[in-house]
Structure formats: C-alpha cells, structure tokens
C-alpha cells in the first residue's frame, strides 16, 4: 500500500534480530524514513519502527510501565534509530488517525513480524480516516518552520514536506496510502523533485546552491491548499475501528500470557 521501494543495501532479517534482541516482547519492526519514502543517501541513518508487547503482571502494580523503549547504535556500519511503543501506546497513535504510525505498520521493509502484521494491518487500513489531515497538515508545517529557519537551505527538508504533503493528498482522494515520493510523483509530475533526490543523495546534509527559496514557499502554499481541499472533499470514513482494536488488544495479551 505505501507503493514500491527499493532498499536493497539494508540487511533486514539482522536489524529485526538486533531490535528483538534489545526490545523484548517485540511484535513487528519496519523500516520507516527515508529508505521508505525513496530518497535515502549513502550516508542516511536507518528508522528503525515497531511495536511490542509487555506481559500483563507489568501493568498490575503501583508503577506504570515504559511504554516507548528508543536506542541508537551503529549496526554493520551504519546509524540506526530505534523506536519502539508498548502495543496500547501504539494502537491508541492508530485510532487516532495517526498517520506517522500508520505508515510504519504499512511499510514493506519489514524486518521482523510478517505474520502479526498480516493481522493487524487489515485493521490499520481502516484507520485510513479524514482525521488523517491534522497528521499530514502538521507535518508540513514543521517541515516549513524547519526550512525558513535554516541558514543553508537542504534538499532533505524539502523532500520531506513535498513528500507529506503529496501522501496526504493522494490518501484523502484515493484511499490509498503512499509514502513513496517517486511513486507519488508519477501521479503529481513536479518537474523537480527529481532533481532534489539527486542532490540529496550525494550526501545526507547536502545543501542548495542558490535555492529559490520564494519558489518553494509560493509551491508548498499551493500543494498545502490543494491538501486542505482533498479533507474537504475527501469520501474517507470519519470513525476508526476502534471497538475492534481493543478486542485485538486484549486478545493478544491473553493469548501471549496463556502461551507463555
């Protein structure tokens, strides 16, 4: 669903083991960023995104459990961020139309988890909702605020506001979520995109010469304003599947608590 990617220098099968080995109770990892989103540079970090499950004695006491476990570490040579959120954390970031969440669920760099996430991405699907907007509104914003405020304006900044807002357009008028900015582009032809990828995979923090800085924000208004016309118009259900997701949620404690 989030369109084709092409990441064939990542090791996916030892960043899933490195995550299990550091998170214990892990249900799934992807890969989420830039490797994700199609303009990953030789030197990018690696987003590494899950989920997991603590046994439900944790919950019982007068202390409430961690429920977001993040590390950073080199792994084969390379800088990897992880994330990890408790299963309630992470399904209540879902049925509240959490697009950053989402994505991952969806990504298909799968590291770890196949089978649970062939069980849980049915329901994340239809957590596809116009409530999604704010997500991807949001994001454009910081993405901008980040863009005015740097000295030497990079081509990554504004892949990642191109790139949210082309997601958050095509998902409110088609349904489907793509993260893709190449994919994306075939739909929007944005003559330079390509050329940004280009310049920001020579390097991770590659700047622009002469950027034309007024042309960018007069591009990103638009492209925002054609975002807030696709919620307006968009056929994408309101409510989350919410009921189902709590049964899942409970199902899924029960069931690794009789297992184990």
């Not at 830039?34 to 540079?41: L, P, R, V, W």
């Not at 019982?60 to 084969?76: K, S, W």
């Not at 590659?206 to 307006?232: I, K």
Request: with cysteine; charged share 25%; glycine share 8%.
């Amino acid at each position: 669903m989030t369109g084709p990617v092409i990441a064939h220098d990542l090791d996916l099968a030892a960043l899933g083991r490195w995550g299990c080995e550091h998170v214990p109770g892990s249900l799934f990892w992807t890969v989420s960023g830039s490797h994700q989103y199609g303009f990953s540079s030789a030197d990018s970090d690696v987003d590494l995104r899950g989920c997991f499950a603590l046994p439900v004695r944790q919950f019982l006491g007068l202390r409430p459990p961690a429920e977001t476990c993040e590390r950073a570490a080199a792994l084969g040579g390379r800088e990897v961020d992880l994330v990890a959120h408790e299963a309630a954390k992470y399904f209540r970031l879902m049925v509240k139309h959490g697009g950053y969440v989402l994505e991952q669920v969806m990504s298909p760099l799968v590291a770890f988890g196949p089978e649970f996430l062939d069980q849980l991405r049915p329901l994340a699907a239809r957590c596809l909702t116009r409530g999604c907007h704010r997500h991807y509104r949001g994001f454009l914003q910081s993405r901008r605020k980040v863009f005015e405020n740097e000295v030497a304006k990079k081509a990554k900044t504004l892949l990642y506001a191109y790139r949210v807002v082309l997601t958050g357009i095509h998902l409110l008028e088609t349904g489907e979520l793509v993260v893709h900015l190449p994919t994306l582009n075939d739909r929007f032809r944005l003559p330079f995109i390509p050329e940004l990828i280009a310049r920001k995979a020579s390097t991770e923090a590659g700047t622009l010469t002469d950027p034309d800085v007024a042309f960018h924000r007069a591009q990103l208004d638009a492209w925002g304003r054609r975002l807030d016309e696709a919620y307006e118009h968009s056929r994408l259900p309101e409510e989350v599947p919410e009921d189902e997701i709590d049964t899942f949620l409970v199902d899924l404690r029960l069931g690794r608590e009789l297992s184990g």
